[in-house]
Each structure stands twice: as structure tokens, then as C-alpha cells.
């Protein structure tokens, strides 16, 4: 592995720390490839990182990540701007061991989305009906503002407002969560986190998506007449390039 490629975020202390990267690795025969790198670091943030996914999607099984924090620590990040020389001695002394994580996968229209947090429908103009199918069979009808479904790594970021249970590393679970649902004497829903099996299909019914956007990490797209979308865990996976273990409980504990 020596073809790399930076993302980074545009701020001062970001582009300082790519700057540096990139002279250490060209200094020790390592090649700047954007098109194809086998190692893509990422500098910035958790926001970062993702940025960095959407934008190397049509090679995301053959390469891998590697993400510096400018702030605290972070969900996907595995070293600080103040760790950048450990890092640069790990990634040319060691030898990485890839952690592979499914995306989210989204049908609609035919055509397919990804995502590395979770996809959303959300309706602000309007009350959205719902029929949700888990494999097939009806659920419930949910009304309200929408639904959100997550992937381990998105349990801590929208999921986690929306009073979502946080989902350890290392379990590739599901979960859906309403976001602002109606419930009264005349309409009812879960209206609780449903953490489910990898292998399930969630499918969300409506005979109007008016007003209502898809929305999948930073990304969005309005939702147009097609009544259907499908939910699941994807064959495709994101590769985490890790170098050195960080306990899941410290992460966590960064975050609040
Ligand atoms: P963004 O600025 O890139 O991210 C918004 C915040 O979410 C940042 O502080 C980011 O951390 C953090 N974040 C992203 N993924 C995370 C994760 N898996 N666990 C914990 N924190 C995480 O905003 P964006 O580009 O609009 O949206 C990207 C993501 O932000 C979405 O996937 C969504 O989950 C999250 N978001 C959350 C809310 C909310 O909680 N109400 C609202 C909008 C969006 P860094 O500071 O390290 O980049």
C-alpha cells in the first residue's frame, strides 16, 4: 500500500497538517494518486471522513481509510493533530489490519444511494404517512415528520438527537427511529429505537412523498412520485486502515 490521496477540511490547522503528510510520505516513495489511492487520509473531522467516502464511492472495495482528527478525537478518526508524527511512523512502519463496515444501502427510482451514517425521509411541510415493511411483512403505518436508519457508526451522530440507542463497534446492526411521529387516541406507532438483525430489509410506503426530502449523511434529494424505498445493509463496506486500537468507550466518552 503506497498510492495515497488526502481529503481535507478547509480550514488552517487542516491544510497545515496535509502539507505536512504529503511531503513525509513523498520523501519515503509513497505516490500521490487521486484517481486511485489504496490509502485515503482524511483531516478534519467525523464530517470529514464522510465527505471523503461520498467522494471515492466507485472504489470503495479496494481501498482504505485513514482519518486525523483536528478536534477531539472523533467516531472515525484514530489520531489527533497532535499525533500526526506517531501516525506517519505507524503508517510507514506498520502493517495496517482493515476493518470493514457495510454502508447503508438505499433504493429509490431505481436507482441506489449509500451512506455511512443513515438516511432519513424527513417532511417539513407536511404530515408523512408511512407504511413500513420489515422482509415484507407490514409493520405499521408511522405519521410525523419522518424516519431515520442508521448503521453502527451513524448511532452516535443524528440518531443519537433523536434519543437512538448507541450501538457499540463491532455489531453491524440496523436501527430505525421516528423522527417527530403523531401519537394520539386516533394514530399510534413504535415511537421507540427498533435495533435490527443485519440481514433485514426495511421498506417505507407512501402514496405521497410531497414536500419530503431523502436525505443520506450530508447529501439530500427531493423525493419526486415513486411510492417505494428499501432500506438495508450493503455488500459494499467501508475499509478502516487501523494502525492502533482505540477502546469504543473512550470514543464515546470524547463525544459528550
Ligand atoms: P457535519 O458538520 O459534517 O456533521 C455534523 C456533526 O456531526 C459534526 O459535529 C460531526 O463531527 C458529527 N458527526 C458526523 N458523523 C458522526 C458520527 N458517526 N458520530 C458522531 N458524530 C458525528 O454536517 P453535515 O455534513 O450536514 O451532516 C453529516 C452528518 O451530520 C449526518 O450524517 C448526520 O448524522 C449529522 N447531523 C446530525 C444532526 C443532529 O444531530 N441533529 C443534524 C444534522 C446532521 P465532526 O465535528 O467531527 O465533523
Known sequence: MNKFAIVSRKDEISEII?????ASLIKNKWINDNKNPELIFCIGGDGTFLHAVHQYLEIINRCSFLAIHTGTLGFFTD??????????????TKKAKIRSVPLLEIEYDDQKYFAVNEMRIENVIQTQLLDVYIDGVYLET???????VCTQLGSTAYNRSLKGAVIEEGLDLLQMHEITGIHHQKYRS?????????????????????GAFLCYDQKHIPLGKKSKIKVKLSDNTIRF???REINYVERLKDLY
Open 142 to 148: 408511522f405519521r410525523g415528520t419522518g424516519m431515520c
Open 79 to 92: 489520531y489527533t493533530a497532535e499525533e500526526l508524527n506517531l501516525c506517519i511512523q505507524d503508517v510507514l
Open 190 to 210: 413504535l415511537g421507540v429505537p427498533y435495533i435490527l438483525k443485519p440481514e433485514r430489509v426495511i421498506e417505507f410506503q407512501s402514496n405521497s412523498f410531497e
Open 241 to 243: 486502515a487501523k494502525y
Open 18 to 22: 496535509s502539507k505536512k503528510l504529503t
